[in-house]
């Protein structure tokens, strides 16, 4: 939950990943996919992880629509969240920092 955490600590996605050999996206969780996620990290860890992703079954004939939702949840919750639309509103669509300051909201009515 990369995404979130940089909404929660203020910080760039560069520097919470930069402590880590690797990095795990899930793209159902935040950026509202269909399910899988994506695995960063050196080609030689990444080729070591495809080779025990198939030992457990994990070929998948096809990781598009997966890809797809990934990305377009990508571009919607963390890139186009908070740009304005052509009409000058803002887009409907509530980027992690919103949600962010939404959940603080709720936590100080309810103290």
């Given at each position: 939950?990369?995404?979130?955490?940089?909404?929660?600590?203020?910080?760039?996605?560069?520097?919470?990943?930069?402590?880590?050999?690797?990095?795990?996206?899930?793209?159902?969780?935040?950026?509202?996919?269909l399910?899988?996620?994506?695995?960063l990290?050196?080609?030689?860890?990444?080729?070591?992880?495809r080779?025990?992703?198939?030992?457990?079954?994990?070929?998948?004939?096809?990781?598009?629509?997966?890809?797809?939702?990934?990305?377009?949840?990508?571009?919607?919750?963390?890139?186009?969240?908070?740009?304005?639309?052509?009409?000058?509103?803002?887009?409907?669509?509530?980027?992690?920092?919103?949600?962010?300051?939404?959940?603080?909201?709720?936590?100080?009515?309810?103290?």
């Open positions: 939950r990369i995404f979130e955490a940089s909404a929660g600590y203020g910080k760039s996605l560069a520097d919470l990943a930069a402590p880590f050999d690797s990095i795990y996206i899930s793209f159902y969780k935040g950026l509202g996919g399910s899988g996620a994506m695995l990290g050196s080609k030689e860890f990444c080729q070591e992880a080779v025990w992703l198939r030992r457990f079954g994990g070929n998948l004939y096809t990781l598009l629509p997966y890809a797809v939702a990934g990305m377009s949840g990508y571009h919607r919750y963390w890139l186009h969240a908070n740009q304005q639309s052509s009409n000058g509103e803002k887009d409907a669509v509530m980027s992690f920092q919103g949600k962010k300051e939404k959940l603080v909201q709720i936590v100080e009515a309810i103290r």
